[in-house]
């Protein structure tokens, strides 16, 4: 039998923001969102990604397993090895990137350790699925929340994007107002794909979604204060 080491992997939780208000207003639509995330989801996973340091190169499919069920993507990898980390840190930000593409408001929690899983049962557990559940639940924004370990690893692989951490301490909006954390620094890594020139305000980033959840000055204030966060931290990333 398998011992608790050899079921170290990096685990990615992935859901919608404001599907349950969704689900409960148009079914229909809900359905045309969720065929845009699983889009989202074929692009980024039918990658190769080279490494430049070591010339290697790996084929996403090999490396992450993906399952989908309603509005939640669960993204892990086979182990935690450094090309593990890289290429479950490129697929998440990759998937943010495809589901902002389709018009999809994502949150995004990563996180490392213990994960069971059996796919022909569709059987899945483990504090790592736990964890990356609560970082990414937790976040008031779009975006992309890791561990604390996640981060020392991308630090201690330096792992970067031209000059900036490719995982970097970042307060977290939350409910009550925000605490400190770990976020993948998307708005630096996908500066050269975002349409609109920074900085931004709220209603720009949610131009997009409105034609899910209606116009932005008809939002609930606590749903508009999640896209407000989005801005502030796409803005603060071009400082």
């Known amino acids: ?16 923001l404001g599907m349950s208000a969704l689900v409960e207003k148009d079914p229909e639509l809900v359905w045309s969102l969720l065929g845009q995330l699983v889009e989202a989801r074929k692009d980024a996973h039918a990658t190769s990604l080279t490494f430049l340091d070591t010339a290697q190169t790996v084929a996403t499919p090999q490396h992450v397993y993906t399952v989908t069920f309603s509005d939640t993507i669960v993204l892990f990898s086979r182990g935690a090895a450094l090309n593990d980390l890289r290429t479950i840190l490129v697929m998440a930000t990759q998937l943010l990137s495809r589901a902002l593409h389709y018009c999809v408001p994502v949150r995004i929690g990563v996180a490392v350790g213990t994960f069971f899983f059996n796919l022909n049962e569709s059987m899945y557990a483990g504090p790592a699925l736990i964890e990356a559940y609560r970082l990414g639940e937790s976040a008031k924004w779009i975006g992309i929340v ?5 981060y020392r690893r991308a630090i201690e692989a330096r792992l970067q994007s031209g000059t900036s951490d490719i995982v970097s301490p970042a307060n977290i909006p939350v409910d009550g107002g925000a605490q400190p954390g770990y976020a993948v620094n998307w708005p630096v890594i996908l500066r050269n ?39 502030a931290f796409m803005n603060a990333s071009a400082a």
């Open 1 to 16: 039998m398998p011992t608790i080491v050899e079921h170290q992997r990096f685990v990615v939780h992935i859901d919608v």
């Open 146 to 150: 890791t561990s604390q370990e996640v």
């Open 193 to 231: 794909s975002i349409a609109a020139s920074l900085p931004v305000n709220a209603k720009q980033v949610y131009e997009g979604f409105a034609q899910y959840f209606g116009p932005f000055e008809a939002l609930d204030p606590q749903v508009r204060r999640k896209y407000e966060n989005t801005a």
